[in-house]
């Protein structure tokens, strides 16, 4: 699965290796024990990569296979990549949270390694 974390200023995406459903019952048991309020809904979440990463990758071709990855040109430089999953958060006007997604395990890692390159600076000029 992806997870998404929204913070105030930032964003960090990460492939875990367990489910949606493994992980989200793990939060719910972790708010319940804490007394914390737990929001999941059903919702869609947007990462912007360069299009000079994703023109040399095989994300376009495989997104197409896939209902949950739409992909849309921003502007000349990124492309939003947006997906279908679950929101967590403690609120429902709460612009902090955790998104996460099953896809296909090949768009999966394919978004986490541009997601990592895109954060290290390994864009690659048009």
Do not use: C
């Not at 913070?7 to 949606?20: A, I, P, Q, R």
């Not at 493994?22 to 048991?29: E, F, G, M, P």
């Not at 768009?107 to 048009?126: K, N, P, T």
Request: proline share 2%.
């Amino acid at each position: 699965m992806l997870k998404v974390t929204y913070l105030e200023n930032e964003l960090y995406l990460e492939y875990l290796h367990t489910t949606v459903e493994d992980w989200i019952a793990l939060r719910v048991i972790l708010a319940l024990r804490t007394g914390q309020r737990l929001m999941v809904e059903q919702m869609t979440a947007s990462v912007l990569l360069p299009i000079s990463l994703l023109e040399r990758s095989a994300l376009v071709n495989l997104a197409r296979r896939e209902d949950q990855v739409d992909l849309v040109q921003v502007d000349d430089d990124d492309m939003e990549v947006s997906l279908v999953g679950s929101w967590v958060s403690s609120g429902q006007q709460e612009a902090e949270g955790v998104f996460v997604a099953t896809l296909s395990p090949s768009v999966e890692h394919l978004l986490a390694q541009l997601w990592q390159m895109a954060q290290s600076g390994a864009v690659i000029e048009r």
